[in-house]
C-alpha cells in the first residue's frame, strides 16, 4: 500500500496552465479507471475535483481536465486563477483499498 | 444537502482507545460505502477504512488493521471508527467520507482531531 507519487510542488502565472502527475503501478492507476483529484486549501476538507480519471463533478469548472497514461495519471488546470492555489491530492483504486498520493502545493505566482 | 459530522476526537495516550463517530444526513445513507481518512498535521491525505452500505464488507489500511474497527447504523445514519492500540504516528484529523459509484469521495466532514500524547 504505497503512496501514489506525486511533485511536491508546482507553479504557474495567472491565466496560464499547470499538470500535476500521479504516478503509481499497474496494481492501482494503471489497473483501474478509478482515478480522482482533490483539492485542499488550508484548513479545509477536501474537494472533489475529478473522477474516473477525466470525469468532472458538476461545479467544478472546466478548467480543470484530468487524464491518464499506462501508470502515470494527470490534472491539468487551465487558465489559472488565484482561488486554485491550494494542495492537490490524487487518489486510485487499488483492489479492496485505496491509495492517495503524497500531494501536490500548486502556487498562482 | 448532504451533511457528514464527525465527533469524538481528543486526547489519549500512546496505547489507548478512541470512538469516533460520523453523523450523516441529506442522503439515503444505506445506499453508500463510507470510508475514514486521516491527515496528519502538515502531511498528506491516508486512507484508513472502509465499510460497504450494508457493513456486510469492511477493508482497512495495513497501518491500522488488528488496531482499527470500522462499522456503521444504517438505522440511526452513523458511521463509527473504534480505535485501540494508539500509537503517536496515528496523531491526525479523521475525517468520513462518503463513496459514490465505488471510486470517489463526493462528500467529506469537517474533520475530528485525534491527539496521541502522554
Known amino acids: 500500500q504505497s503512496a501514489l507519487t506525486q511533485p511536491r510542488s508546482v507553479s504557474g502565472s495567472p491565466g496560464q496552465s499547470v499538470t500535476i502527475s500521479c504516478t503509481g503501478t499497474?496494481?492501482?492507476?494503471?489497473?483501474?479507471?478509478?482515478v480522482s483529484w482533490y483539492q485542499q486549501h488550508p484548513g479545509k476538507a477536501p474537494k472533489l475535483m475529478i473522477y474516473?480519471?477525466?470525469e468532472r463533478p458538476s461545479g467544478v469548472p472546466d478548467r480543470f481536465s484530468g487524464s491518464k497514461s499506462g501508470n502515470t495519471a494527470s490534472l491539468t488546470i487551465s487558465g489559472l486563477q488565484a482561488e486554485d492555489e491550494a494542495d492537490y491530492y490524487c487518489?486510485?483504486?487499488?483492489?479492496?483499498?485505496?491509495?492517495f498520493g503524497g500531494g501536490t502545493k500548486l502556487t498562482v505566482l | 444537502e448532504v451533511h457528514l459530522v464527525e465527533s469524538g476526537g481528543g486526547l489519549v495516550q500512546p496505547g489507548g482507545s478512541l470512538r469516533l463517530s460520523c453523523a450523516a444526513s441529506?442522503?439515503?445513507?444505506?445506499?453508500?460505502?463510507m470510508h475514514w481518512v486521516r491527515q496528519a498535521p502538515g502531511k498528506g491525505l491516508e486512507y484508513v477504512s472502509a465499510?460497504?452500505?450494508?457493513?456486510?464488507?469492511?477493508y482497512y489500511a495495513n497501518s491500522v488493521k488488528g488496531r482499527f474497527t470500522i462499522s456503521r447504523d444504517n438505522s440511526k445514519n452513523m458511521l463509527y471508527l473504534q480505535m485501540g492500540s494508539l500509537r503517536a504516528e496515528d496523531m491526525a484529523v479523521y475525517y468520513c467520507?462518503?463513496?459514490?459509484?465505488?471510486?470517489?469521495?463526493?462528500?467529506w466532514g469537517q474533520g475530528t482531531l485525534v491527539t496521541v500524547s502522554s
Open positions: 499497474s496494481s492501482d492507476v494503471g489497473g483501474y479507471n478509478y
Open positions: 441529506g442522503f439515503t445513507f444505506y445506499s453508500y460505502a
Open positions: 474516473d480519471v477525466s
Open positions: 465499510i460497504s452500505s450494508n457493513g456486510g464488507s469492511t
Open positions: 487518489c486510485s483504486y487499488a483492489g479492496s483499498h485505496w491509495v
Open positions: 467520507a462518503r463513496v459514490a459509484h465505488g471510486s470517489k469521495y463526493d462528500y
